[in-house]
């Protein structure tokens, strides 16, 4: 099994160009979210999803949009990327309904906006 | 609402030495409890999970934790450091199905040889 694989891992964009972000896992997982983390702030829950056809919001989803029309992928879009976007960015996934079960995490997206 | 403390942004230890790293929880009903491992340029895994059994769990490479209810902890340990052990170490607390996992700032920790 792959398990969760993001793409690309890294990525340089300028003020303003929109990307997206792209996310898929092999398990079978309903749960997915979007993280990211900077230095000294841990990470931040951007958006998630507990199957197709649902998203919500997490901790600081602004300037980010999500859709999720499959299982196994969970796009991350930037609409019009701003330097404060500049960060490291996972995505998750994970059984729903048994919050026992512990998140699976991709490698990790790389991104700098100049 | 359910979060998380880690206690000590950066903790360094000697080779050989205990690792001790702190994380106190808030949550209004009993927690999962998990403590994850982020390796340089890589993504998180787990180490380790508490889910209402055992209070001392027992994770990979050779870490503990021990659930305090009394003291809203759950801190990690191993008695005999490595370099490997140098890593990002999160902590992170789930109440139901229904929330998503909350996250730690997390515990940079160096191993000096």
Redesign the interface.
């Known amino acids: 099994n792959a398990g969760v694989t993001q793409t690309p891992k890294f990525q340089v964009l300028k003020t303003g160009q929109s990307m997206t972000l792209q996310c898929a896992q092999d398990m079978n997982h309903e749960y997915m979210s979007w993280y990211r983390q900077d230095p000294g702030m841990g990470l931040r829950l951007i958006h998630y999803s507990v199957g197709a056809g649902i998203t919500d919001q997490g901790e600081v989803p602004n300037g980010y949009n999500v859709s999720r029309s499959t299982t196994e992928d969970f796009p991350l879009r930037l609409l019009s990327a701003a330097p404060s976007q500049t960060s490291v960015y996972f995505c998750a996934s994970s059984y729903y309904r048994d919050a026992r079960q512990p998140q699976h995490f991709g490698d990790g997206t790389r991104l700098s906006i100049l | 609402a359910q979060s998380v403390t880690q206690l000590g ?1 950066h903790v360094s230890v000697s080779e050989g030495a205990l690792v001790l790293l702190r994380c106190n929880y808030s949550s209004s009903v009993p927690p ?1 409890l ?1 403590w ?1 491992v982020q390796y340089p ?6 180490l380790l ?1 508490y ?1 209402s059994a055992a209070t001392l769990v027992k994770g990979i490479n050779g870490f503990e934790a021990e659930f305090k209810k009394s003291e809203t902890s759950f801190h990690l340990t191993k008695p005999s450091a490595h370099m490997r052990d140098a890593a990002e170490y ?1 902590c992170a607390v ?8 909350v ?4 515990t940079r920790l160096s191993v000096i040889a």
């Not at chain 2, 789930?94 to 998503?100: I, Q, V």
């Open positions: 942004s999962y998990f994850y340029n890589q993504g998180l895994q787990l999970k889910t999160f789930s109440d139901s199905g229904n929330t998503p996992l996250f730690g700032k997390g």
